[in-house]
């Protein structure tokens, strides 16, 4: 579905290959980290933690600074750069938090070698969740970042205050990804993936609808409210946590 930078020119986090695999190709193993079966797995004294925890508000101990962090998720070329760069320039620049760090996965994975070698045949890197997990795990815990992935549900649920899901027309999306010049067959997997709506159901699958926003990416107007939209959920969150954003 998405190939490895060097391939392709998109993200190379080999995320949405992973995809590919649980899909079509469930006997290679691109990680150790379950996916599917992470819900599963939870036996219900855990759940009952987990619920006491939200009580107590005790889902913050585990950061040491517990600032805003903003995941920004959807197929290649719905916007997602776009908008994290937006969204960091005007928070930073107005002064609203100290800090709001725009990250990309994708660049990171492939800068500090968080995958488990590249896939000639997918043509992608294999991203390595607990490497990106172990490299993000400290940054994360300081708080005020905007990460930009592809996938997202091999991350700890109590990285993100704030999960944005863009979403594109399916022409349009095709009409963005063929301008990159990539292969017809490319253009095609990744329009599909959106059509299967493959990272929309991955998010719902892995955070609570109440941190959720889904936002539709096809115009200039759309990506300018949908940064004045998070700039509003930012305002508010920083309203009700002023001790957290000093
Ligand atoms: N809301 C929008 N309306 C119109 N054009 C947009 C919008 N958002 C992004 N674009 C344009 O679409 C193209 C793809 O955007 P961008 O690179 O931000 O996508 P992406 O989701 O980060 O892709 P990738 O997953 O490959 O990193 C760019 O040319 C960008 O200018
Ligand atoms: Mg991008």
Redesign the pocket.
């Known amino acids: 579905m998405i190939r490895g930078s060097d391939g392709c020119?998109?993200?190379g986090c080999g995320c949405e290959c992973m995809k590919r695999k649980r899909r079509y190709m469930p006997k290679i193993i691109v990680t150790d980290v379950p996916f599917d079966d992470k819900e599963e797995e939870k036996d219900s004294d855990e759940d009952e933690e987990d619920e006491e925890e939200e009580r107590s508000g005790k889902q913050f101990e585990g950061r040491k600074h517990p600032g805003i962090n903003i995941l920004v998720t959807?197929?290649?070329?719905?916007?997602?750069?776009?908008?994290?760069q937006l969204v960091s320039d005007a928070v930073t620049k107005g002064g609203l938090l100290k800090k709001m760090e725009y990250l990309?996965l994708?660049k990171i994975v492939k800068e500090k070698g968080l995958h488990d070698g590249y896939n000639e045949e997918y043509d992608c890197y294999m991203l390595n969740a607990d490497k990106v997990c172990d490299a993000l795990e400290e940054r994360m815990d300081e708080g005020g970042v905007i990460l930009?992935a592809?996938s997202c549900d091999y991350f700890p649920e109590r990285w993100f205050d704030l999960v944005v899901v863009?979403r594109?027309d399916n022409t349009?999306l095709y009409d963005?990804l063929a301008?990159?010049k990539y292969k017809k067959m490319k253009v095609e997997e990744n329009v599909e993936a959106e059509i299967m709506q493959i990272v929309l159901d991955e998010v719902r699958n892995s955070y609570k609808s109440e941190i959720t926003l889904v936002l539709p990416?096809?115009?200039?107007d759309?990506?300018e409210s949908?940064c004045q939209r998070i700039i509003k959920w930012i305002t508010d969150w920083v309203a009700d946590h002023p001790e957290n954003t000093a």
Do not use: V, Y
């Not at 959807?74 to 994290?84: D, E, I, M, N, V």
């Not at 990416?217 to 200039?220: K, W």
């Open positions: 020119g998109c993200c959807g197929t290649p070329g719905t916007g997602k750069s776009t908008l994290c990309d994708g930009e592809h863009l594109t349009i963005r301008a990159r990416s096809d115009t200039l759309q990506l949908n």
